[in-house]
Nanobody, 124 residues
Framework: VQLQASGGGLVQAGGSLRLSCAASGRTERSYGMGWFRQVPGKEREFVAAMLWYDGSTYYGDSVKGRFIISRDNAKNTVYLDMLSLKPEDTAVYYC??????????????????WGQGTQVTVSS
């Protein structure tokens, strides 16, 4: 499984960006895809995820109401539309995919493979 993230860049506060994550390889039995972000010295933070079986979406508290995760089945690509960006959204954004089935006690989404990350910088 390979994940290719793109779309990062520099944007002013209040602006928007769209990240893309194209999945390839043996993804036909995947359960969902998600986005995380990380700044130096901090743990990786959950941003958003989408599950295939019912289309349900999940968001981290810091991005609820501003970010939207969506999917293009034909392109095997997941998008993250980031609106009303804030300087604190500055981070390297990583996409991931869940290939294995996990117990619900582990939470709604688990990452099995990761993309290479794309830098998002929001200036004040």
């Amino acid at each position: 499984v390979q994940l290719q993230a793109s779309g990062g860049g520099l944007v002013q506060a209040g602006g928007s960006l769209r990240l893309s994550c194209a999945a390839s390889g043996r993804t036909e039995r995947s359960y969902g895809m998600g986005w995380f972000r990380q700044v130096p010295g901090k743990e990786r933070e959950f941003v958003a995820a989408m599950l295939w079986y019912d289309g349900s979406t999940y968001y981290g508290d810091s991005v609820k109401g501003r970010f939207i995760i969506s999917r293009d089945n034909a392109k095997n690509t997941v998008y993250l539309d980031m609106l009303s960006l804030k300087p604190e959204d500055t981070a390297v954004y990583y996409c991931s995919i869940q290939i294995r089935k996990y117990s619900s006690s582990n939470g709604p989404y688990q990452s099995d493979y990761w993309g290479q990350g794309t830098q998002v910088t929001v200036s004040s």
